[in-house]
């Protein structure tokens, strides 16, 4: 069939463009939404970008490619990462199911062309679109929103699966962090001086003349942009052959935008009081720019996605990379990346994980598959039961690891649930989750680390070690109206979420203080301590190692055994007890700022434990033992119990609830705690009865 041509109407003043425009607006309305066809299982989609200036209306095409030709010289491609964002899905793009039609340019066009089907998309995606298409040529890409039908929970759970091979097969992954178009742009003042950053020769003149201070602070600002806080860019850089960053009009190569980040972090320290000192007059309101508390870096996601993409593989001798880390040290350690859905939790690091990139393991036979029909709870049952196994330990109980289930269901998501105590959520860690960390630390460090650490051996260690016995109900229990109600309320489904598992009783909490508060040690404290210090002496008593062991939970920063100088350290700290008998280490840390003194190293690590922990005493459940003294989680209350668990490290804080005849029916699991005397074994050599504990 012949196109057909247009010919100019004569005397009509209506441009040609104006009335292109007008057509392809009823076209826009009159186009239905696009439907995708099953993907055969062997098989990626592959989105072609049509060519375009960066305000006209954005044209592709989906194409199927199988998994053995992709990203060879027929089917080259780029992987976008970058960040769904806020907003809606209320940007159209056009979807051509003819991969060689053209987007619609002339009015003849409009006329010939069949229709174009809609998808829509999120406002950060469609700019990220208009940015990468090419005014000329058509721009191969793979983006996970447009590529995977999200409303096919079959095939999402196989695609998801693919990930590392469809960023490892890219010949290059496109990094769209967004953009702020306005007059006061942090973007284009940041990337403009990324170059500059990475030049050694200006080094001395950059960190030192303070014309430049607000060019670092505007490289700080997109630091703390979304995408460094989005988990699956983790698995995304870490995969890629190349990387390319796109924010706004700008860009530049990973490796640029990787060195300047290090730089940066490297002279944090030395910029910190200026970039404070800029801040307090550019954003007065933000934060308390006074307390410099507030302001670390340690848990920054950029800082994070550095070092772990730079240490995450190794190269092997046959030119192939293997995963240095585990999979639960991935979920755990990088915890404070977020995701839309929560299961991604452990989706997100999964093909990166060292039991993936060993496929003839046993352990990676039974690492969960994605399963999207799956709820949070049973994706995080699974997850939990599969570490317990693997690793012969109880510790993920009082890690602080899971993401909260979302307020509103997914296209996925078959039901909404509340999860059990014995799941600890991120946003309790020490620094919380995302942007949480720019406002300082909310609580003190882990007691039981990383999976890798081994800080304590409460359960024993060697021959003596008392291995978990443990055990997961599996049916779940049918609810009254389950046929009338939403698939998607909380309690359509309920789940025997119990879990069981086998430990001793060594005390009950008889006496808490409240949380202590912005590390101030209080004076109660102390005292139960053994500490009595009388000002009108002149000498300091000698410090009893109950107090200063228990005040740094008995281990250094790096979780090893105590140095030698802690107590003389703690002697001197005991001297800034103030009037009422409290120790305020903030105080004592403002005193000693910038000198890298033994009293200002025991200080920092005091308040890392004693951080928003109560101070608690128990009544041993063995006669004639002395009262048992640490710390527990915030919401300790008197009356529960210290439990040492087969399996786990550290003691743990039980809540019992009873049933009518006052019997203990069930636990709640408050969490981890430090009890002097009982972290290494110890309470196994006593009288101690086992019982299995009923968690709910």
Not at 355 to 361: A, G, I, K, Q, V
Not at 608 to 613: I, K, L, P, S
Request: hydrophobic content about 35%; charged content about 25%; proline content about 5%.
């Amino acid at each position: 069939m012949n196109k057909l041509r247009l010919k100019e109407p004569k005397g009509i003043q209506d441009t040609n463009a104006a009335c292109v425009s007008k057509w392809a607006g009823t076209l826009r309305r009159l186009g239905d939404l696009y439907t995708y066809t099953r993907l055969p299982q062997n098989q990626v989609r592959l989105l072609l970008l049509k060519p375009g200036a960066f305000d006209d209306d954005i044209y592709v095409s989906l194409i199927s490619v199988n998994d053995a030709e992709l990203g060879n010289m027929n089917f080259p491609y780029s992987a976008l990462s970058y960040h769904w964002g806020e907003g809606q899905f209320d940007n159209v793009i056009f979807v051509q199911e003819d991969a060689a039609s053209q987007p619609l340019r002339k009015l003849e066009d409009v006329v010939n062309a069949k229709r174009p089907k809609k998808l829509k998309v999120k406002p950060n995606l469609c700019e990220a679109l208009k940015r990468l298409r090419d005014e000329t040529d058509i721009v191969p890409l793979w983006v996970d929103a447009l590529c995977i039908n999200q409303y096919d929970e079959e095939e999402l759970n196989e695609q998801v699966v693919k990930m590392a091979l469809i960023y490892g097969k890219a010949s290059k992954v496109d990094i769209w962090l967004g953009s702020d178009d306005n007059d006061n742009s942090v973007s284009d003042a940041a990337m403009a001086f990324i170059p500059k950053v990475i030049d050694a020769n200006m080094h001395e003149k950059f960190l030192g003349e303070d014309v430049y201070v607000k060019s670092w602070a505007s490289l700080f600002e997109l630091l703390k942009w979304s995408w460094f806080s989005r988990r699956w860019v983790i698995q995304e850089l870490a995969l890629a052959r190349h990387a390319v960053v796109h924010c706004g009009k700008h860009r530049c190569h990973w490796s640029t935008f990787q060195t300047a980040i290090a730089i940066f972090c490297m002279h944090f320290t030395s910029l910190k009081p200026k970039l404070m000192n800029y801040f307090k007059t550019t954003q007065p309101d933000q934060w308390s720019w006074d307390d410099d508390s507030v302001f670390e870096i340690e848990q920054l996601g950029a800082k994070l996605l550095v070092e772990m993409t730079a240490t995450l593989f190794r190269p092997k001798k046959n030119g192939s990379r293997e995963s240095t880390k585990g999979l639960e040290t991935l979920v755990c350690s990088l915890s404070g990346f977020d995701t839309s859905d929560p299961r991604d939790t452990i989706n997100a690091l999964r093909n990166i994980s060292r039991e993936l990139n060993r496929p003839e393991s046993e352990i990676a036979r039974l690492v969960p598959a994605p399963d999207y029909g799956k709820d949070l709870f049973e994706v995080y049952r699974d997850f939990v039961e599969w570490v317990i196994n693997s690793s012969q330990s109880l510790d993920i109980l009082c890690r602080f690891w899971a993401l909260k289930e979302r307020k509103n269901p997914g296209p996925t998501t078959p039901r909404l649930v509340e999860l059990p105590s014995y799941i600890q959520f991120v946003e309790d860690s020490a620094w919380g989750k995302g942007e949480d960390m720019f406002n300082g630390r909310q609580a003190g460090d882990s007691f039981v680390g990383l999976p890798d650490d081994h800080n304590y051996s409460a359960s024993g260690q060697g021959v003596s070690y008392e291995v978990p016995v443990f055990k997961f109900p599996r049916s779940p229990i049918a609810s009254a109206g389950d046929g009338t109600r939403s698939s998607t309320a909380p309690t359509s489904v309920k789940h025997d979420m119990s879990l069981y598992v086998r430990g001793v009783v060594i005390g009950t909490i008889s006496f808490r203080t409240d949380p202590f508060p912005d590390g101030i040690i209080t004076k109660d404290c102390l005292q139960r301590l053994g500490w009595s210090f009388d000002r009108s002496v002149r000498e300091i008593p000698e410090v009893p190692d109950q107090l200063w062991q228990t005040l740094v939970a008995d281990r250094d920063p790096q979780g090893k055994s105590t140095p030698p100088w802690y107590r003389q350290a703690c002697q001197y700290l005991l001297t800034f007890q103030s009037n009422n008998g409290h120790i305020n280490i903030d105080k004592v840390l403002r005193r000693t700022k910038g000198q890298r003194t033994l009293v200002q190293a025991y200080s920092e690590r005091v308040k890392a434990v004693t951080w928003n922990r109560s101070f608690i005493e128990g009544a041993p459940s063995v006669e004639g033992h002395d009262p048992l003294v640490g710390f527990a989680p915030p919401k300790t209350e008197q009356g529960d119990i210290i439990a040492i668990l087969y399996g786990c490290s550290v003691p743990v804080i039980l809540r019992p609830t009873y049933n009518g005849d006052d019997d203990v029916d069930e636990y709640q699991f408050v969490g981890e705690a430090y009890i002097y005397g009982k972290m290494d074994g110890e309470a196994l050599d006593e009288c101690h009865k086992k019982q299995d504990f009923k968690l709910i």
